[in-house]
């Protein structure tokens, strides 16, 4: 792969220990002072990784792999703001205007998959960031981490609401054939006031759909997650028809659904926006998330409805690898809720 241009030189670049160790004894704004600030008013710090294959425990895949940290999507619901405390950092706006560019990554993930030790187990994609955020359109950071995967045979499943995968259709094909890929494109709504609310940093619902199209008429097996469903802004049933049929107009693969859940530095985060943008929201949430997860009632009618229109717009034998039960892949499951089937129809038939 080319060696993309740097956008600032820093010498010994930071990794992320150091990073966060520099923000805690400088604070913020000095530490970030030195990242890169681009058109899109996010700024940029490179930074390199010691591994670039993650361990996880409790998931149903063993590995998983980010080549950023923070998203520029900023939707309201993520999971991944709760983490940004490890950095000294808050989830609310710096997760998604300060992204971490592991710059070194696809050379270390090279190494990673020649070890003799590497047993091809399935690598999980953009769990706690967009592998296709727009920042991947200038360090290819995804691309070169896909052309090393395939060469070494790994199996992967992909989450992203970047219709940007479309650019790599052509690798995550070859994946498909040759150890198992499939691509799970996070669609939670298609109504307009709803997305610009919760992913106000997101392609249009619609364009990624179509990314979906464009991705199985290329030969890889493509769904969507319908994921989070979000209480009080997509659960409405008109709402929710909408979201179904156009997934199923536009040819997806499967396609899961799972009502959204909040945890800490997450449900901080969200609450405050609902404070600011939809008070009169903030009772009834306080209500139905007294905990991490709605009240099991309330879920349980949204399945009800989600699955009566599963079956409306013949969705239902589209389940390869993603039960309708399945939670956000990005979201860590509860006990209750059935994970996501990573392993279940990765490879094309």
């Not at 699955?307 to 399945?326: C, F, H, I, K, N």
């Amino acid at each position: 792969m080319a060696v993309q241009p740097l956008f600032f030189d820093l010498g010994k670049r930071l990794t992320t220990r150091t990073l966060a160790l520099k923000i805690k004894t400088a604070g913020v704004s000095t530490a970030i002072d030195e990242a890169q600030r681009r058109a899109d008013a996010a700024s940029y710090q490179e930074i390199t990784c010691r591994s670039a294959l993650n361990p996880v425990k409790g998931m149903p895949f063993n590995w998983t792999l980010n080549p950023y940290r923070g998203c520029t999507h900023a939707c309201h619901y993520c999971f991944a703001r709760r983490y940004q405390t490890q950095l000294e950092l808050g989830p609310d706006d710096h997760f998604s205007s300060f992204i971490l560019v592991k710059v070194n990554l696809v050379e270390v993930l090279r190494r990673e998959l020649d070890k003799p030790t590497w047993s091809r187990e399935q690598v999980a994609i953009g769990t706690a960031t967009d592998p296709y955020q727009p920042i991947e359109g200038h360090y290819t950071l995804t691309r070169g981490s896909l052309e090393a995967l395939a060469a070494s045979r790994t199996p992967i499943g992909l989450v992203t609401k970047g219709p940007m995968v479309v650019r790599d259709a052509d690798l995550l094909a070859e994946l498909g054939r040759t150890a198992g890929c499939t691509v799970y494109m996070s669609v939670p709504t298609v109504d307009e006031d709803a997305w610009r609310a919760l992913e106000p940093g997101t392609a249009h619902p619609l364009q990624r759909l179509r990314a979906v199209r464009m991705l199985r008429n290329a030969g890889v097996n493509a769904g969507v997650l319908m994921a989070p469903v979000v209480p009080g802004f997509t659960t409405q049933p008109a709402r929710l028809e909408a979201t179904i049929k156009a997934v199923a107009d536009h040819g997806a693969a499967f396609m899961g659904a799972n009502v959204m859940y909040l945890k800490g530095g997450t449900k901080d985060h969200f609450m405050g926006f609902l404070t600011q943008k939809f008070p009169h929201m903030v009772e009834g949430y306080g209500r139905l998330y007294a905990g991490a997860y709605a009240k099991p009632d309330y879920v349980n009618s949204v399945r009800a409805m989600i699955s009566t229109l599963q079956d409306r717009y013949d969705l239902r034998r589209r389940t390869r690898g993603v039960p309708s039960e399945a939670p956000d892949v990005n979201e860590d499951p509860a006990p209750s809720q059935p994970a996501l089937g990573w392993d279940d129809g990765a490879r094309q038939p």
